[in-house]
């Protein structure tokens, strides 16, 4: 498969364009959309982010409120400033822009922000939400980037897709969404995500994947095998016993019976032919349970 560029410029300016029409919709009826962000503190990369959000709703022609606060500012005076804002009617929606200074507590600042007006999509109802598949508000990184599949044509769906990082801003939110357009999600986070590992994991995503698939099927017809025998007279069935229909330990120790389950923790001794050189194989015993897995 040949890699492509997404142009997310053309990408973006095609996006605002859409949301300007639907500005211009609710302002014909008499509704003019407000955002408001609050940032407390001086750090660089939050005034950019900030300006950058003004500058976007002066574009879209939303109205927009910018509150900067001083490093010092208490918890208290923050927290008073957000029920102003959930209580303002000019106001629709706002944001706290994170990191907040280390003496305020970030989880009281997010709870206290009303789930109705949560554009960042970081309280618990809208997290909530985001893992039931019934989304009001989501975090706006990884919805971009979602955005940014849908718009170039990209096949969401029965493809594997590699998450690196398990922030509560993207990286968890982003295989959240990834998973409810049926991808099959690979999640590193900083213990393993170092470049080789995340190149092996990607290559070796499709050939795991593959095996399961495999594994599952040879299962299936086990599992069939083991219905059929349930209906044979008893005579019939200890024929089968005396057979050999069993199963046996392999060489390496490994109790094959919780083979799916040693699969489902990531063990490389999964199925029941396996490739690790311990020249194990596994009969299935017609009592093989699958809910192990």
Known sequence: ??????????????????????????KARGITPGLAVIIVGEDPASKVYVGNKIKACAELGIYSEHLELPADTTEAELLAQIARLNADPKIHGFLVQLPVPRHIDSNKVLLAISPNKDV????????????????????????????????????????????????????????????????????????????????????????????????????????????RRRHQPPAQRQAGRRCGFRQRQGSCGLDHTSAWRCWADDHHHAGSQHGDGCGTQQQITPDYNPSCY
């Open 1 to 26: 498969m040949t890699a492509r560029i997404i142009d997310g410029k053309t990408i973006s300016q095609e996006v605002r364009g859409e949301w300007k029409r639907r500005a211009d919709a609710l």
């Open 120 to 227: 960042d999509g970081f309280h618990p109802m809208n997290v909530g939400e985001t893992v039931t598949g019934t989304p009001h508000f989501q975090p706006c990184t990884p919805l971009g980037v979602m955005k940014l599949l849908e718009k170039s044509g990209v096949e969401i769906e029965g493809k594997h897709a590699v998450v690196v990082g398990r922030s509560n801003i993207v990286g968890k939110p982003m295989a959240l969404m990834l998973l409810q357009k049926n991808a099959t999600g690979h999640h590193l986070h900083l213990e393993d995500c170092r470049p080789r590992q995340v190149h092996a994991r990607c290559r070796y995503s499709g050939g795991r994947h593959r095996q399961a698939a495999d594994d599952h099927r040879r299962h299936d017809q086990a599992r069939r095998s083991s219905d």
